[in-house]
């Protein structure tokens, strides 16, 4: 009976060890995985600015717009189709034949649980996680930003692309939605950046 005992503290005394072990990982391995995914989303966002840059070269300074508008606004990846001018331009009466980003991946923020990259033939309608000024021209300003994180795919800080392709990083805190952070809403157009979540 002695025995029995013995065996069952030290099993118990090992599962101990063992959790905390197993704890102590997750707690090292969790601030890389999300120092990872967030220079992923920089890169992201990085190659949807430069596409929009490309695009409005060889479209009349117009980004990539599902309507040209005096009052651009900011949507989110489950409305308009002015995404699908990068994915798939053939769809479009526009110069581009070619995709310039192909990889339905780039639109996805890999912090952004719950959405699935585009088909290759499909449309990237409802398969976007980021944000971006629909109807924006691009001589409007190089430092206005096009394109963001969706509010909720970063808890405390979100990034943004700008008109020269450029990414910049906007602070929040608990109480405040990092879209508040003047770094990102002083050049916002019409100081209204997107404040809900998808």
């Not at 009976?1 to 063992?18: A, D, P, Q, T």
């Not at 117009?62 to 990068?86: H, I």
């Not at 479009?92 to 890999?110: A, G, N, Q, R, T």
Request: proline share 7%.
């Amino acid at each position: 009976m002695k025995n029995r005992n013995e065996l069952f503290i030290v099993l118990v005394v090992i599962g101990v060890v063992v959790l905390a072990v197993v704890a102590g990982l997750n707690g090292m391995m969790l601030p890389a995985l999300n120092q990872a995914h967030e220079k992923q989303c920089i890169n992201n966002l990085s190659q949807i600015g430069k596409a929009f840059f490309q695009y409005a070269m060889s479209n009349d300074d117009w980004y990539p717009t599902s309507s040209r508008t005096s009052n651009p606004k900011w949507m989110n990846g489950d409305s308009g189709e002015s995404l699908n001018l990068l994915f798939r331009p053939e769809r479009s009466s526009f110069y581009y034949s070619e995709p310039l980003i192909p990889d339905p991946k780039v639109y996805l923020c890999p912090s952004k649980k719950g959405i699935t990259p585009a088909q290759p033939n499909g449309s990237l309608r409802g398969h976007v996680s980021y944000n971006w000024c629909d109807g924006l021209m691009g001589g409007f300003s190089t430092i206005s930003p096009v394109a963001c994180d969706g509010v909720d795919n970063h808890v405390k800080r979100g990034h943004f692309v700008r008109g020269d392709g450029s990414v910049g990083i906007a602070v929040g805190t608990r109480s405040v939605k990092w879209t508040q952070d003047n770094a990102f809403k002083n050049f916002c157009y019409g100081n209204n950046p997107p404040s809900y979540s998808f």
